[in-house]
């Protein structure tokens, strides 16, 4: 699908879940950046990017992603708090922040 339109915001999208499954969180955040430059639904493509970031150590990345994308979508912080892939930040002051929203 990339082949044939480049711009395709939602074959970024499946590709860096794709990406994600198999462990290759790198290229899978850079998939989910290039979804949201294209503007194919940004905030999922910021919250996907935070797992990105929890998978590659970067904590504060995950973090100011997971807090735009809740100021894109006011109904992400309720993912947020379910979501396993998150697992790392509970506890964390801004994350629990989110979850309050």
């Known amino acids: ?3 044939v339109n480049p711009a395709d915001g939602a074959a970024f999208g499946t590709c860096g ?3 994600l499954g198999l462990g290759r969180a ?3 955040l850079a998939a989910y950046q290039r979804q949201h430059e294209l ?3 940004p905030a999922t493509a910021l919250y996907n990017q935070a797992c990105c970031w929890l998978r590659l150590g970067e904590r504060e990345n995950a973090l ?3 807090e735009e994308a809740a100021a894109l979508d006011p109904t992400m912080p309720t993912m947020v ?3 396993p892939d998150l697992a790392a930040l509970h506890g964390e002051p801004r994350f629990e922040a989110l979850g309050r929203r």
């Open 64 to 66: 100011l992603c997971l």
């Open 26 to 28: 790198e290229e899978a």
């Open 81 to 83: 708090a379910l979501d």
């Open 1 to 3: 699908a990339l082949a």
């Open 39 to 41: 503007g194919w639904r």
């Open 17 to 19: 879940l794709a990406l």
